[in-house]
């Protein structure tokens, strides 16, 4: 069974610039999460996805970010624009089941510098 | 407040010791219990879960981990470690009705041969 997969791998920007990270779930996973993981932490939640809708956007600052999973598979998530803060790795995930609630499957993560 | 706290932030062992991380969790509500661990360059794997049933639950590479309902812990043990379980550790909890996961923010374990 292919991973979550996630690109890129690595990105460096400027700050106030522009970023995009793409996701795609396992095959037939129902929910999507972006997680925000800034070193030496654990990772936190941004965004839930239960198809392509939005279950939880709670934590999500949505002055500067945006995600979106259209059809209920992709996912993009974007930053616009960056500040130094938000240098981390963001971690795709996905789960089989509605709501959750069991195993999560994550993605290798895209790490962050913004310089 | 929701909240996952991991008591040990580095440790560091000889080879064949035990190990045991310690896991506190503050959630309102019926919980799920995990252990994640990330290996050098690589992403981050279920290592064991706790649902319902057994407080005892044992997962990959002869971990184990016991939930103290009574103490709202879920630690993690390993008779006897290895080189290869270097990997940062990590602690989360997640409601039953809610895919949201809440995690500690780790545990760096360095095992010396």
Same mark, same amino acid.
Request: glycine content about 10%.
């Given at each position: 069974e292919a991973g979550v997969a996630q690109s890129p791998r690595y990105k460096i920007i400027e700050k106030r610039q522009s970023v995009a990270f793409w996701c795609n779930p396992i095959s037939g996973h129902a929910t999507l999460y972006w997680y925000q993981q800034i070193l030496g932490q654990g990772p936190k939640l941004l965004i839930q996805f239960q198809n392509n809708g939005v279950v939880d956007d709670s934590q999500l600052p949505k002055d500067r970010f945006s995600a979106e999973r259209l059809k209920g598979v992709d996912s993009t998530l974007k930053i616009q624009p960056a500040k130094l803060e938000d240098s981390a790795v963001y971690l795709c995930a996905s789960s089989p089941h509605p709501m959750g609630g069991t195993e999560v499957f994550f993605g290798q993560g895209t790490r962050l510098t913004v310089v | 407040a929701q909240s996952v706290s991991q008591h040990n932030h580095h440790v560091i062992l000889s080879e064949a010791a035990s190990l045991e %991380? @310690?896991?506190? /969790?503050s959630y309102g509500g019926t919980v799920? !219990? =995990?252990? /994640?661990?990330? /290996?050098? @360059? #690589?992403? !981050? #794997? !279920?290592? %064991?879960? /706790? =649902?319902? @049933?057994?407080? !005892?639950?044992? @997962?990959?590479?002869? =971990?184990?981990?016991e939930f103290i309902k009574s103490k709202f812990s879920f630690n993690l043990r390993k008779p006897s470690v290895q080189w290869s379980d270097t990997a940062e550790y990590f602690c989360a909890v997640g409601g039953r009705n809610t895919g949201k996961l809440i995690f500690g923010q780790g545990t760096t374990l360095q095992v010396k041969p």
């Amino acid at each position: 069974e292919a991973g979550v997969a996630q690109s890129p791998r690595y990105k460096i920007i400027e700050k106030r610039q522009s970023v995009a990270f793409w996701c795609n779930p396992i095959s037939g996973h129902a929910t999507l999460y972006w997680y925000q993981q800034i070193l030496g932490q654990g990772p936190k939640l941004l965004i839930q996805f239960q198809n392509n809708g939005v279950v939880d956007d709670s934590q999500l600052p949505k002055d500067r970010f945006s995600a979106e999973r259209l059809k209920g598979v992709d996912s993009t998530l974007k930053i616009q624009p960056a500040k130094l803060e938000d240098s981390a790795v963001y971690l795709c995930a996905s789960s089989p089941h509605p709501m959750g609630g069991t195993e999560v499957f994550f993605g290798q993560g895209t790490r962050l510098t913004v310089v | 407040a929701q909240s996952v706290s991991q008591h040990n932030h580095h440790v560091i062992l000889s080879e064949a010791a035990s190990l045991e %991380l @310690g896991c506190n /969790y503050s959630y309102g509500g019926t919980v799920n !219990l =995990f252990w /994640y661990v990330q /290996y050098p @360059g #690589q992403h !981050l #794997q !279920l290592l %064991l879960k /706790y =649902f319902s @049933g057994d407080p !005892l639950v044992k @997962g990959i590479k002869g =971990f184990e981990a016991e939930f103290i309902k009574s103490k709202f812990s879920f630690n993690l043990r390993k008779p006897s470690v290895q080189w290869s379980d270097t990997a940062e550790y990590f602690c989360a909890v997640g409601g039953r009705n809610t895919g949201k996961l809440i995690f500690g923010q780790g545990t760096t374990l360095q095992v010396k041969p």
